[in-house]
């Protein structure tokens, strides 16, 4: 299947995909391989052979479908970057930003080749929105702050790209870390009261479904 990933070239998330047999789908085109061999120094390294080099045209003004023309011209470019993925994806896993004050585990390029980074935040919101407006499967992930949540992270991918295209992952959001809408975990408590006011509201709606079969 083709697996959206964001943020694009999330090297600990797309080597996963890659590895389980399904089709990683980038804005860039950049292959795992190429990515491994690329010195991020080094501009002659960049394939002018791929997007956003050899775009041209109707290519260039794809965003334009997706925001209204009062939204700046650079927002819009990238969103005809993410084209091809907001089209085509059959599965989307979304890891969130970092928590804030996050202390990094590692140095700054190892953290960009492993968990990528959201570049725009408005383009990133504006695709995590756009994907969940589709009727495919899709985990959602908080940024992993240390090893335990990075093992926890990797085999919950694995799980979800194992059972892709099984009665087992329905089309849908899995959010077992408890994301907001930014993607952060939330820290929200409820009272018994609310809880139990969520409770009988899931139990009517049971009911409902039932009755009406």
């Known amino acids: 299947m ?3 990933v964001l943020p694009d070239l999330a090297m600990i998330i797309t080597h996963l995909v890659t590895k389980n047999g399904h089709e990683v789908l980038s804005a860039t085109n950049m292959s795992e391989d190429k990515l491994r061999d690329r010195d991020p120094y080094a501009d002659e390294a960049f394939d002018r052979d791929e997007p956003p080099f050899n775009m041209k045209g109707h290519e260039v003004m794809a965003g ?3 925001a209204s023309c009062e939204t700046p011209s650079g927002l819009r470019g990238r969103l005809s970057l993410f084209d091809n ?6 599965a ?3 890891l969130g930003p970092p928590p804030r004050n996050y202390k990094h585990m590692y140095d ?3 953290e960009l080749i492993l968990f990528s980074c959201i570049g725009c935040a408005n383009q990133y919101k504006l695709v995590v929105k756009l994907l969940k407006q589709k009727n495919i499967p899709i985990l959602e992930l908080a940024y992993p702050t240390n090893r335990d949540e990075i093992i926890s992270l990797i085999n919950r991918v694995n799980d979800f790209l194992q059972k892709l295209g099984t009665d087992e992952i329905k089309p ?3 959010n077992d870390d408890n994301l907001t809408v930014e993607l952060r975990p939330s820290n929200k408590k409820i009272t018994p009261y609310e809880f139990r006011n969520i409770v009988n509201e899931v139990e009517q709606e049971e009911r409902f479904n039932k009755e009406n079969k």
């Open 64 to 66: 334009n479908k997706y």
């Open 85 to 90: 993925i907001i089209q085509n994806s059959e």
């Open 2 to 4: 083709k697996v959206a």
């Open 92 to 94: 989307a896993i979304i």
């Open 108 to 110: 700054n390029l190892n």
């Open 172 to 174: 849908g959001i899995i």
